[in-house]
């Protein structure tokens, strides 16, 4: 089965985490690091998961899943145990069209959590469709020792650019092939930077059609 690659928003939406052992706490601060709404459900939590729930970073309800538990909410995550209860998670998500996820059986996920690198905003997922999370570990470390560490800061100055181009050019295939120019020159965010003279210098010689009145 094709899957649909997407980076989804979640930051202030209602996520909840059937589950607070080993394998729940990895998806729950992944869930976290997107600013999500995070439940945790789960009669025992592993200490990690008690201090977040104690300094208010996310809701414990110190107690078994029951259904009904996933009414409101956006994205759901089953990671007990215990195979019949992640089953059960994943039904009642089906049931109420959400997006679920059952940690290690893939017959009953919706969706997956990918390997992924970070340098600030850049994310790069890699995904086996379940068939082998040791090969998407693996080739996470491969990609991340290749990329620069400034790599995120190259690209906070690269958006920054962009954001200044997009306000002078037009939409056109002259402004398309600049910002592609632009992603593969040295960016930094000094005025005197070579790369924003170069868009400057171009949009001094491709200057805007006046409006008419």
């Known amino acids: 089965m094709d899957l649909f690659p997407i980076f989804l928003k979640i930051a202030g939406r209602p996520c909840i985490v059937v589950g607070a052992g080993n394998l729940a706490e990895a998806k729950i601060d992944s869930l976290l690091a997107a600013h999500a709404k995070v ?19 996310l809701e414990w309800l110190r107690r078994k899943y029951v ?28 049931e109420k069209n959400l997006l679920c996820n059952a940690v290690d059986d893939p017959p009953f996920c919706d969706f997956y959590f990918p390997s992924v690198v970070r340098r600030g905003d850049l994310q790069i997922a890699i995904s086996t469709a379940g068939a082998s999370p040791a090969l998407a570990q693996r080739l996470r470390k491969e990609i991340n020792s290749q990329l620069p560490l400034d790599v995120g800061d190259w690209l906070t ?57």
């Not at 439940?39 to 970073?57: D, K, L, Q």
């Not at 409101?72 to 089953?78: I, P, T, Y």
């Open 39 to 57: 439940t945790v459900i789960a009669p025992e939590a592993r200490p990690r998961v008690v201090e977040m729930a104690a300094a208010g970073e």
């Open 67 to 94: 259904e009904g538990d996933l009414l409101g909410q956006f994205l759901v995550v089953a990671a007990t145990d215990n195979p019949v209860v992640n089953r059960a998670v994943f039904r009642e998500a089906t």
């Open 157 to 213: 100055n690269l958006g920054n650019l962009r954001r200044e181009v997009t306000q002078i050019e037009p939409l056109n295939e002259e402004r398309k092939w600049l910002l592609h120019q632009l992603a593969q020159r040295e960016v930094c965010g000094y005025e005197a930077c070579p790369s924003r003279l170069l868009a400057r210098e171009h949009a001094l010689t491709n200057p805007l059609p006046e409006k008419k009145s």
